[in-house]
């Protein structure tokens, strides 16, 4: 079975300062895709950044990269500069395709705080 | 565009009562998604609906849950003889297609049975 480890339940950061969120995950599939998804206090699940297993290079999007290693099955997210509109609930999710269905299967989440 | 809509967007209920949440897609996307999230946990998938397609109902916790989409357009997500333990935010994901590489989630239902 699939699953998502978020080993840091909260983390906190210095303005302008960078951190690093840690994710491993389980599976048996060669191609896959994992996302990082932010949830601020209003609920709404915003996407950050994804990345395609059969790619090597990391994905990037401006202040946000990855740390993608296949080997290890781990997913690292890595917030560069960091604001203190970042400061939210993040998770990172794994999207299992079986036969005609498709989901998401998430972590359980890093509360990140943002330190004026 | 508009985004993905849902319906209340909190709702209050007593422990026995049938409950009754609304998922409005972005128009045009086939593939719709429930999700529940209890407190300070992540997400679990409820149910997938693709297009004509039987649905995936695998994450379903009980038979007390069922849901519904009319063709490519709303859903409702319908909980009966409600337990304390289905508290919780009941959250609605749509995307253009099987496959497509991203859902796009709506603020979702927080829902609290007394």
């Known amino acids: 079975a699939q699953t998502v480890t978020q080993s840091q339940p909260e983390m906190s950061v210095q303005e302008a300062e960078t951190v690093t969120l840690s994710c491993t995950y389980d599976t048996s599939e060669s191609d896959y895709y994992l996302f990082w998804y932010k949830q601020p206090p209003s609920r709404q699940m915003i996407l950050v950044i994804r990345q395609e297993a059969y790619k090597q290079q990391n994905a990037t999007e401006n202040r946000f990269s990855v740390n993608f290693q296949k080997a290890a099955k781990s997913f690292s997210l890595k917030i560069s500069d960091s604001q203190l509109g970042d400061a939210a609930m993040y998770f990172c999710?794994?999207?299992?395709?079986?036969?005609?269905?498709?989901?998401?299967?998430f972590g359980k989440g890093t509360k990140l705080t943002v330190n004026p | 565009g508009a985004g993905v809509s849902q319906s209340p967007s909190n709702k209050v209920t007593e422990k026995g009562k049938d409950v009754e949440l609304r998922c409005d897609p972005i128009?045009?996307?086939?593939?719709l998604y429930w999700y529940r999230q209890r407190l300070g946990q992540g997400l679990e998938f409820l149910i997938y609906?693709?297009?004509?397609?039987?649905?995936?109902k695998s994450g379903l916790p009980s038979d007390r849950f069922s849901a519904e989409r009319t063709g490519e357009s709303v859903s409702t997500l319908t909980i009966q003889r409600t337990q304390q333990e289905d508290s919780a935010v009941y959250l609605c994901a749509s995307s253009p297609s099987h496959g497509y590489n991203e859902q796009f989630f709506g603020p979702g239902t927080r829902l609290t049975v007394l």
């Open positions: 128009s045009g996307h086939t593939a």
């Open positions: 609906f693709q297009g004509n397609s039987a649905p995936d």
């Open positions: 999710a794994y999207r299992r395709t079986q036969g005609g269905s498709e989901k998401l299967v």
